[in-house]
T-cell receptor
Framework: EDQVTQSPEALRLQEGESSSLNCSYT??????LFWYRQDPGKGPEFLFT???AGEEKEKERLKATLTKKESFLHITAPKPEDSATYLCAVQPDYTGGFKTIFGAGTRLFVKA | KAGVTQTPRYLIKTRGQQVTLSCSPI?????VSWYQQTPGQGLQFLFEYFSETQRNKGNFPGRFSGRQFSNSRSEMNVSTLELGDSALYLC?????????????FGEGSRLTVL
């Protein structure tokens, strides 16, 4: 069964304290792995797509990496405005469509 | 460029009633997906439509149904509402072409079942 597991469930950081969020996945064939950010009361917002092991993407203080079984979202020198829930998702390549399976998310709190 | 629009944003229903939620995708996007989000279960996939055809379906009972129109707008319907159907229902659209699987979400329809 396709599955996405994110850890930790919640992470509290001081402003400027770098850290990483983990996403481990089990899927028969991977079309793509995605990271989204979700603020309270809003829909998720797309951040990155990764397609193959070894690939990396960066955007401001965020950097996403991918291995064959895991993805990491590295947050460098976070600011309070980075506080949000970060969701990892995978798209299997066998469904013939674009079914996306989400993890439960990591709630990030950044204190000034 | 307008984003994904969902209506209504909030609604309250009682058990046994039915509800229809609407979603207008980003112009040019032909794939529309629906998700149920609850605090305990996270984002659960309901179904995906492309060119008026349901391509994928999640593990939800038959009370949950959907459809897509020729202009790519989509609706989902939940019949015989149960208390456990209270959730945020999110619609997402996608170009759904090679290398374009990212989803663009609306702000959701928050359903409360009393």
């Amino acid at each position: 069964e396709d599955q996405v597991t994110q850890s930790p469930e919640a992470l509290r950081l001081q402003e400027g304290e770098s850290s990483s969020l983990n996403c481990s996945y089990t899927v028969s064939g991977l079309r793509g792995l995605f990271w989204y950010r979700q603020d309270p009361g809003k829909g998720p917002e797309f951040l990155f797509t990764l397609y193959s092991a070894g690939e990396e993407k960066e955007k401001e203080r965020l950097k996403a990496t991918l291995t064959k079984k895991e993805s990491f979202l590295h947050i460098t020198a976070p600011k309070p405005e980075d506080s949000a829930t970060y969701l990892c998702a995978v798209q299997p390549d066998y469904t013939g469509g674009f079914k996306t399976i989400f993890g439960a998310g990591t709630r990030l709190f950044v204190k000034a | 460029k307008a984003g994904v629009t969902q209506t209504p944003r909030y609604l309250i229903k009682t058990r046994g009633q039915q509800v229809t939620l609407s979603c207008s995708p980003i112009s040019g996007h032909r794939s529309v997906s629906w998700y149920q989000q609850t605090p305990g279960q996270g984002l659960q996939f309901l179904f995906e439509y492309f060119s008026e055809t349901q391509r994928n379906k999640g593990n939800f009972p038959g009370r949950f149904s959907g459809r897509q129109f020729s202009n790519s707008r989509s609706e989902m319907n939940v019949s015989t509402l149960e208390l456990g159907d209270s959730a945020l229902y999110l619609c997402a659209s996608s170009l759904a072409g090679p290398g374009t699987g990212e989803l663009f979400f609306g702000e959701g329809s928050r359903l409360t079942v009393l």
